[in-house]
């Protein structure tokens, strides 16, 4: 589906000289002299290489829509990782790169969902939110107002997170993957 240059949007995933690429930010510009045009940073899914392109609004690029699939994590063997298809037990196995800075909340028995483009994975996404254990959180630090101090803390998997002051080593918190932040005290 071919879209304007200006109405690209973070998120979405486009072709752009014979690559994929998703998204990232964009800034829409209006110069005083010339016409508007989109500022647009991308992320190609293939490779991993980062490009700014300048789209003005006469400019058409197509989206690209992907497939999605729900996989579950088995295991993870040296720098690949093993899922499995949930509709029919196939598995599959992929490079840790693809994930990021999400492997880290990766956990066995985990529930994905694989993006495909022409039946190849190009993208794992987790669950926007996990349950974690904290293992280690700083002391309070007397004097320090209630309101909007954190503290740091470090995670079972070794990630590093600012909580609330009330928050102590051994409990189990929300923590949103993505942005790497404490979301809420788990239930």
């Known amino acids: 589906m071919?879209?304007?240059?200006?109405?690209?949007r973070p998120g979405n995933i486009l072709e752009y000289e014979g690559g994929i690429w998703k998204v990232a930010k964009i800034q829409h510009t209006q110069p005083g002299k010339g016409g508007a045009f989109m500022q647009v940073e991308m992320k190609n899914l293939?490779?991993?290489?980062?490009t700014n392109v300048r789209f003005r609004s006469a400019d058409t690029v197509e989206r690209v829509r992907l497939d999605t699939k729900d996989f579950q994590f088995l295991y993870e063997d040296g720098e690949q990782l093993v899922f499995m298809d949930k509709d029919n037990y196939d598995q599959i196995t992929l490079d840790s790169d693809l994930l990021g800075d999400a492997?880290?909340?990766?956990?066995?028995?985990?529930?994905?969902?694989?993006?495909?483009?022409?039946?190849?994975?190009?993208?794992?996404?987790?669950?926007?939110?996990?349950?974690?254990?904290?293992?280690?959180?700083?002391a309070v630090v007397k004097g320090q107002t209630a309101s909007s101090s954190y503290k740091p803390a470090i995670l079972e998997n070794g990630v590093r997170v600012m909580v609330p002051p009330h928050i102590e080593s051994g409990t189990r918190i929300v923590v949103d993957v993505y942005a790497?932040?404490?979301?809420?005290?788990a239930d």
């Open 180 to 185: 790497r932040e404490y979301v809420r005290k």
């Open 46 to 50: 293939i490779d991993g290489r980062k």
């Open 103 to 138: 492997k880290a909340f990766l956990t066995d028995g985990m529930d994905v969902t694989l993006e495909l483009y022409d039946e190849r994975p190009i993208s794992v996404q987790l669950p926007e939110q996990v349950e974690a254990l904290i293992v280690e959180a700083d």
């Open 2 to 8: 071919k879209i304007s240059g200006v109405d690209i």
